[in-house]
């Protein structure tokens, strides 16, 4: 079948999908409907699979609803576009994130901070995603992404790429900065590489000792082993920035005590217990602790920009579709190093 502008070649996606917490992907089809005018549709060539992806199939957040196809980094090209779309083009290579769509008008959207919108739609939550062959979002979520980059590296960059890029960018990191990435994992070790490219002193902390030659390589200037409690307390006083992406307990009091005056420390990582520091050094150093979710449209066209220009790109390994239950664990036994790609 010919393809035009509001039309998609297949009638039927098929992918593969959880139809109980914690159950195997198994093969699923359904029928997307008609395009709506605001929607492409996207040929999927890779996603890359994240730990929240493994939270949404075992419904560890209580929010999961089955049966759905997971997946949510997603590079592909564009295969239909809608009537009231202007900025993509059939063929156009794109990736899509963790969301999908937002309502367009509320004070978030309004100013570019859709991720923030409370009607924002995951691209996996209530809907399904991009363990699959094609998939449909709003067409502002579909990002168009550099002739540089391999779509393998870049799928990562969609959730966990941008999780990094966007506290780094939205709390100023600059030249002058002296910034801390802790957790050199799927997320810190793309953490490193946009401090760098921001011009910043980058220290890598890490329980990993055999990580420290990779972590240099990748931009850092130092390396801390933090099982070594006291090398950590050395550090007071130390960092503008603090960028936390492990999933794991902390000793918080020494990180905040090794910020500067003025210094955040920013957690993008989920640590299984409350985070518990003592007030006066926040006070009395005006320092302060933030979170951040992934990011805005906006963040994430300029985050494709600058990984373009500074050669940044995830480290992948790559699994065919069919094998993503192998694949997924492999991620929950954390024996990829630093991401799992699915490709079609």
């Known amino acids: 079948m010919k393809e035009t502008k509001n039309q998609v070649a297949a009638t039927e ?6 139809h109980a917490a914690g159950a195997q992907l198994v093969p699923y089809r359904y029928d997307p409907g008609e395009l709506k005018g605001n929607e492409v549709a996207v040929r999927i060539s890779h996603c890359g699979i994240c730990h929240s992806d493994i939270h949404l199939i075992d419904n560890d957040w209580g929010i999961s609803r089955y049966p759905f196809i997971p997946g949510h980094e997603i590079v592909g090209a564009v295969s ?9 083009t059939v063929g156009q290579r794109v990736g899509v994130g963790w969301q999908a769509d937002s309502c367009g008008i509320c004070e978030w959207c309004r100013q570019g901070d859709e991720h923030l919108c409370a009607a924002s ?6 809907r399904n995603g991009g363990y699959a062959d094609s998939i449909r979002v709003n067409s502002r979520f579909a990002i168009p992404v550099p002739e540089t980059l391999e779509s393998e590296n870049v799928a990562p960059l969609l959730c ?4 990094v890029y966007s506290p780094l960018r939205n709390h100023g990191v600059r030249p002058s900065s002296r910034v801390a990435v802790i957790g050199i994992g799927g997320l810190g070790h793309l953490g ?12 890598a902390f890490s329980t990993s000792t055999d ?9 850092a200037d130092h390396f801390v082993n933090t099982r070594d409690n006291g090398s950590v307390k ?26 500067r005056p003025k210094g955040t420390l920013c957690i993008v990582g989920v640590p299984p217990s409350p985070v518990s520091i003592h007030a006066f050094p926040l006070i009395g150093g005006q320092r302060s602790i933030s979170g951040s979710p992934t990011g805005s449209p906006r963040d ?3 985050m494709l920009d600058v990984a373009a220009r500074h050669g940044i790109k995830a480290i992948t390994e790559s699994f065919p579709m069919a094998n993503a239950n192998e694949a997924l664990v492999r991620v929950k036994k954390n024996q990829v190093r630093y991401r799992a790609v699915l490709t079609n």
């Not at 239909?80 to 993509?88: E, F, T, W, Y």
């Open 13 to 18: 996606i098929h992918g593969l999908a959880v």
């Open 80 to 88: 239909a576009v809608g009537s009231q779309v202007r900025d993509l």
């Open 121 to 126: 739609q995951p691209t996996c939550v209530g």
């Open 160 to 163: 966990g790429g941008i999780t």
């Open 192 to 203: 490193l590489q946009f401090a760098k490219a921001f011009g910043a002193e980058v220290t």
């Open 211 to 219: 990580k420290e030659a990779e972590a240099r390589e990748l931009g």
């Open 234 to 259: 050395k550090l007071a006083g130390s960092f503008d920035f603090l960028l936390s992406t492990v999933s794991a307990d902390q000793d918080w009091q020494a990180i905040v005590n090794s910020l």
């Open 300 to 302: 994430l066209h300029e």
